[in-house]
């Protein structure tokens, strides 16, 4: 039912790719920071399934510019299957949103998770490290996060080098896969499956730092 309503009403519309990023750093030392305005779900309104793609539809007829309400669109239409529609709708909204406007990073942040849950590594492998070139981001988030999408896409050996800063910034926590579930309870268990296959890796041979 959901993809026949996001279907019926915005077939038709070209879907934009995602937004080129610059190139990732080197990893830093350490990441300590928390990041809670980044790391969470962009909820416009509260109902979920075809009740929330209703209600968000008439808010956005209401007003087209609306940011948050079509980047919980866009969630919905790339978690029903729909991705080149997903896409279209968060380049909408991110086309609204300034880089200085604290929405503007959780998008980021939501859009790379959509692109990797449907098979884009690469592509959101460019949209997290948007938000680590646009301020030198040291957010807990970040190494495993890269880590697990650079492995996806084939680039192992950097995959190991952002997994080994996790490891410098809390090596009682990072060393042992066991502790995934604990320390990413949102990530679904085939992806702490492969970031365990790149803890593997860095348990095989752990890269110095600098």
């Known amino acids: 039912m959901l993809n026949r309503i996001l279907f019926l009403l915005f077939a038709g519309l070209a879907a934009a790719g995602p937004t080129a990023a610059q190139s990732l750093p080197k990893p830093a030392e350490f990441y300590f920071d928390a990041d809670p305005t980044t790391t969470r779900p962009v909820v416009a309104v509260k109902e979920t399934g075809d009740a929330a793609v209703q209600k968000l539809l008439r808010l956005i007829e209401r007003d087209p510019r609306a940011k948050a309400e079509h980047a919980q669109l866009a969630h919905l239409a790339m ?5 080149d529609l997903g896409k279209e709708l968060y380049g909408r909204a991110l086309g609204r949103i300034a880089s200085t406007d604290a929405l503007w990073r959780a998008v980021v942040w939501n859009f790379g998770w959509d692109l990797y849950r449907t098979g884009d590594a690469a592509a959101a492998v460019g949209q997290w490290q948007q938000l680590v070139a ?6 807990s988030w970040v190494p495993p996060t890269l880590a697990l999408a650079l492995w996806t896409a084939g ?3 950097e995959a190991v080098q952002w997994y080994a800063a996790a490891v410098r910034t809390e090596p009682q926590l990072w060393r042992d896969p066991a502790n995934f579930p604990r320390l990413l309870p949102d990530w679904r268990d085939g992806e702490r499956a492969t970031l365990a296959e790149v803890q593997a890796a860095w348990a095989a041979n752990p890269p110095s730092w600098p």
């Open 79 to 83: 978690d029903g299957g729909r991705a």
């Open 134 to 139: 646009s301020r030198r981001s040291n957010a």
């Open 155 to 157: 680039r192992q050996d």
